[in-house]
């Protein structure tokens, strides 16, 4: 890892990190990872430390992912790197959930995949208004990880199934209503947000001061639809419904589900069904364990072939249709493993 990746920063009463790979989206690396969570455990046992604050560099994103491209090359050549990232990147997530501290996450630009789990788990998650948040992981053949099986479930209704298994992208308004966002705090007032931080205020005092009131939400008005259709005991439930609502949005959603991955749309449906009942270190344990198989399979890496590499947008899924997929065939991905990720 380079220092420069990631920039730690103890300025007066805040601990702040900064994400420091903007050409790359501030792609997050196993590098990044491993010294974030060491510097953060320091920041936990200093007294002068009040509130964690992170934030992304440059103007596109606050963090768009993991390193795919890595990840891929790793998987391939069977070296033990990207299961060296998932492991620790699910303990990063993990030990920021259980942070105990403030947390606030300021987020723009793109937040997706490994930015979400750097983000979400925090005490405070605070919007501004370029921010688009996704989990778009079951079209590259993974599935809504970082901790998804936790906090999606618990979105109001079915939002969280909703934008687990489509990856829609929900501006700022949108992550405000699903309560993914906790605040929203205008681009222009970031640095007074911090400086605040810095001077010792209370994450709740210094973001209320700046805090504005969300956009009507678009979302806000699909929730009725969004909560019916994506109620079914199954994908294939799911998408009998919204073949018989004839509405454009019924047919875009299903169009957009059944050009995912199906073995990865499958595993995300029960993933997000079963985290709604377990606790946080459980679901990464399980998430861990899916992954687990994810590398060793094929749809992760003829997804991201089709989308990073070639990007001919032509992924040839195996299976390539849902019916095709058993229930032996989902059950697999959870089975236990022998070295368990140790939360």
């Not at 294939?236 to 959603?253: G, H, P, Q, R, V």
């Not at 299976?319 to 697999?332: F, K, Y």
Request: proline share 5%; hydrophobic share 40%.
């Amino acid at each position: 890892m380079s220092d420069d990746e990631i920039l730690f920063e103890k300025r007066g009463a805040a601990g702040l990190i900064t994400l420091n790979r903007p050409k790359a989206l501030n792609a997050l690396t196993h590098g990044m990872a491993v010294a974030m969570q060491a510097q953060l455990r320091d920041w936990a046992a200093d007294e002068a430390v009040k509130t964690i604050v992170i934030q992304g560099a440059g103007e596109r994103a606050f963090c768009a992912g993991g390193d795919i491209r890595t990840l891929y090359d790793s998987g391939k050549a069977g070296t033990p790197y990207a299961l060296q990232f998932y492991r620790d990147e699910y303990l990063l997530n993990a030990y920021i959930k259980h942070y105990p501290k403030p947390y606030v996450a300021l987020l723009h630009g793109f937040v997706m995949g490994g930015g979400v789990g750097v983000s979400v788990h925090g005490s405070h998650r605070v919007a501004d208004e370029t921010m688009t948040f996704a989990m778009p992981e079951t079209g590259i053949g993974l599935f809504p990880d970082v901790g998804g099986s936790f906090f999606l479930p618990r979105l109001p209704g079915e939002l969280g199934l909703y934008a687990g298994l489509t990856g829609a992208r929900l501006k700022t308004a949108d992550a405000a209503y699903a309560g993914i966002a906790t605040h929203v705090v205008p681009a222009a007032q970031r640095g007074a947000l911090i400086e605040r931080l810095a001077g010792g205020e209370s994450p709740d005092a210094a973001i209320g001061a700046l805090a504005v009131a969300p956009s009507d939400s678009p979302l806000a008005a699909l929730r009725t639809k969004i909560d019916q259709c994506f109620a079914g005991n199954s994908v294939e439930e799911i998408l009998n419904t919204l073949d018989y609502d004839e509405s454009d949005w019924a047919k875009e959603t299903a169009k957009t589900i059944r050009a995912k991955s199906p073995t990865a749309t499958k595993i995300a449906f029960r993933q997000i069904r079963e985290g709604k009942y377990l606790d946080f270190d459980a679901c990464m344990r399980m998430e861990f364990r899916m992954v687990n198989r994810v590398i060793a399979g094929h749809d992760f890496y003829e997804g991201v072939r089709a989308t990073i590499i070639d990007k001919d947008g032509a992924p040839k899924w195996s299976p390539d249709a849902l019916g095709e997929i058993t229930n032996a065939d989902v059950d697999a991905y959870f089975a236990p493993l022998k070295d368990e990720l140790p939360l």
